[in-house]
């Protein structure tokens, strides 16, 4: 408030909290209203599957979170992917530039420019990329990244579907962050279970 310039102080409300659960936040949903949520993550692998990596944050976007959830991969299975193919929403710039300073090559896909320049070729470079970012740009524009981009609907979306239809987590049944974390990865040993079989049978 006190940043506001003078008429708009009194436009900033109180800061609230939720009584049932301190950590939640309010986050936009899926049926375009607001209410006090987490968010969850999930990694799988494209080609088995197979969940390989779970978080939860309190943050409605999911900006900011490929970096984090890449390093809990590398650390889980003992090595970096080579290819790492995420939702258009975790394409935060810095995240592409730590992601390729770990040489992983990230697929999302690359928002076209605003504003007067909003013609603009998306592959091109801005003023401020880094090299890390125009290489990304432009790999993004290439059919192999937009049919690698493609495979992770049917693969990745279908993990989603599976953790909300087949295994009935279309909310969380508990409140915190640590506690939705135990959920989800109870949820991620039961789908791990099911495909070791699915994949050996």
């Not at 436009?11 to 375009?32: F, L």
């Not at 989603?160 to 279309?170: F, H, I, P, S, T």
Request: hydrophobic residues 35%; proline residues 6%; charged residues 25%.
């Amino acid at each position: 408030r006190r940043k506001k310039v003078k008429g708009q102080r009194e436009k900033v409300s109180e800061a609230r909290v939720s009584t049932t659960d301190p950590e939640a936040r309010v986050i936009k949903m899926p049926d375009g209203g607001f209410r006090p949520a987490l968010n969850a993550q999930l990694a799988a692998d494209m080609d088995s599957q197979v969940i390989v990596g779970v978080g939860v944050v309190n943050q409605g976007t999911d900006a900011g979170q490929a970096a984090p959830m890449e390093e809990q991969i590398a650390q889980r299975s003992g090595r970096h992917p080579e290819s790492y193919v995420v939702d258009g929403g975790y394409a935060a710039l810095q995240d592409v530039v730590t992601l390729a300073r770990r040489e992983v090559t990230l697929y999302a896909p690359s928002r076209p420019p605003t504003g007067p320049v909003r013609q603009r070729d998306a592959s091109l470079p801005r003023p401020t990329d880094a090299p890390e970012v125009e290489a990304w740009r432009a790999r993004m524009c290439t059919e192999e990244g937009k049919a690698l981009y493609r495979e992770r609907g049917a693969s990745v979306e279908c993990v989603n579907a599976q953790v909300e239809q087949r295994y009935g987590l279309r909310q969380l049944p508990v409140r915190g962050l640590d506690k939705a974390l135990s959920v989800l990865l109870l949820v991620a040993i039961t789908h791990n279970l099911l495909r070791w079989i699915a994949l050996t049978g």
